[in-house]
């Protein structure tokens, strides 16, 4: 658990209603030790690393156990990157929507009207979606096979643009970017057009973008390296913690997830130097889903999802102040979390256990609001 910095306690309350604890819980822990009993030993630990770090490759985060949750969710508000903050872009019909992929390895996309808290529309985008991200005129999906434009107001595909496997999207308010394998792809926002690539001597497993760099994880060296983003060339390296994968800006420090620690690397992106390293709780005791597996800035806090004990079915959404670098929130969850969409005030993320639910987390009061109501039912597998 993080170190006691003199603070009171804070309480954890579940993100899911009392009525169903005991059934879900009851559940859960008869399929682990279904799961551990059909798992067996444990494999040795680098074959499980490079096992890993070959499906984190283009930021997938799954379970390697068959029927338990690893869910492949990736979420975004439709909102333009200048600086952290609640910009959001507008729909022909006025309103903003906050996208999120649900599923398990092939859930829809669904489009949520934050203002009525509910699920308005969902769409099919293929096999194996991985991330998504939106410009003022399209939501990207990115995919183990291709990139697909999908249009914001009639939430329907309206082009395959790209074939070949896109990982980790950022967009920085001019061009969008992928990682792609071993480089990054400057995109056009409207089209999907390439307008450039930046070679990389590493495999990705992260991105994100300031003003001048782009950011890129590499898991294998524990460190985050910067590019200029015309030459290519590489302008800093910063060691960090063990698998980074996850990153999220804060409009000043760039904010890293360490699979396979369980902590964040706050990085001053100006002086390329770790400031701090958070920890989040206990490091995982299973190697076969890292955490924190998403990380997204929402006002002064920085969120990240979280799986220490898998068995215990322990998820847990834990929020850190900006400012001070401590653990300000932990709301917990029985089932596995997806990634998390912002509109830049609240927060919203996926959760699959005997269905999928998206949960609305209040950003100001760090406390969950509830589930969001679909518009029809979602899928139940």
Partial sequence: MPEDDGTAELDTPELDTPELDTALRERLVRFADEARSALGPLPPAQRVRDDVRRRRRHRITTSSLTGLAAVVVAVVAIAIWRAPGPDVVLGQDDHPAVWLLAGW??????????????????????????????????????????????????????????SGPVGDLAYDGTDLWGLGDRRVLRLDPSTGAVRGTLPLTFEPSGLVVTAGRVWVADFRHNSVVALDPVSGLVTATVAVGEFP??????????????????????????????????????????????????????????????LPHWLDGGWSLVGVDLATGKVVATLGAPGPLGMIATDGRDLWLPRRLLGYTVIHVDGASRTTVGDVVAMSPLPSS
């Fill in 105 to 162: 390895g092939d859930g829809p996309l669904l489009k949520i009207d934050p203002a009525r808290n509910r699920i308005v529309a969902t769409v099919d985008v293929g096999p194996s979606p991985q991330q998504v991200v939106a410009t003022p005129t399209a939501v990207w999906v990115s995919s183990e096979s291709d990139l697909r434009r999908v249009d914001p107001d009639t939430a329907t595909v309206s082009a395959v643009v790209r």
């Fill in 245 to 306: 994968t996850a990153m999220s800006f804060d409009g000043h420090d760039l904010w890293i997830g360490n699979g396979l620690a369980n902590t964040l690397s706050q990085v001053d992106p100006t002086t390329a130097r770790t400031v701090r390293t958070v920890s989040l709780g206990d490091r995982p005791d299973h190697p076969f889903t890292g955490v924190p597996s998403t990380v997204q800035v929402v006002g002064s806090t920085v969120w990240a999802v979280t």
